[in-house]
């Protein structure tokens, strides 16, 4: 496998990148990606950049329309990440070669609803404190201090 082919488009307002790789022959891949998911024959991957807050509730169809306005034919893998991805680092080694794009300004889970990062990680500390709260104030029971 190649370098990517990095390719760049405008939409909503702003220059976004994308990295390409197209297989000379098919590659058998496993994938989890919204476009081209699960086992199977590929062609190209397809990694694209969204602007941050990116909020189409169709993620497979938008990377079905970037595939077709590049005329990939034939199965493939698209993926879509807020990160810029002519940063992409690749990596060769015993025959296998990995390809990584690492956005860690905003880490959240990939199908956390805007903002729920925020609170889930509130809602965990909150938790957090209310229980050792709790166990203190059971141990203050255990020693015969009946307050709270």
């Known amino acids: 496998m190649d370098e990517p082919e990095l390719l760049s488009r405008h939409e909503d307002g702003a220059e976004l990148a994308m990295a390409l790789w197209r297989f000379g022959s098919p590659l ?15 062609r190209w991957v397809l990694a694209a950049q969204v602007a941050g807050g990116y909020s189409r509730p169709d993620p497979a169809d938008h990377l079905a329309e970037l595939a077709r306005g590049l005329d990939l034919d ?43 990062a925020e609170a889930r990680a509130a809602e965990k500390r909150r938790r957090h404190q209310a229980r050792r709260v ?12 009946g307050s709270l």
């Open 134 to 145: 709790s166990l203190g104030r059971m141990g203050r029971l255990r020693k015969g201090n």
């Open 74 to 116: 034939g199965p493939g893998i698209g993926m879509l990440t807020a990160v810029d991805v002519r940063l992409v680092s690749t990596c060769r080694e015993d025959g296998v070669m990995a390809a990584a794009t690492v956005g860690i300004s905003h880490p959240t889970w990939a199908a956390a609803e805007t903002g729920t």
């Open 28 to 42: 058998l891949a496993l994938s989890s990606a919204p476009y081209g998911g699960g086992w199977g024959e590929r």
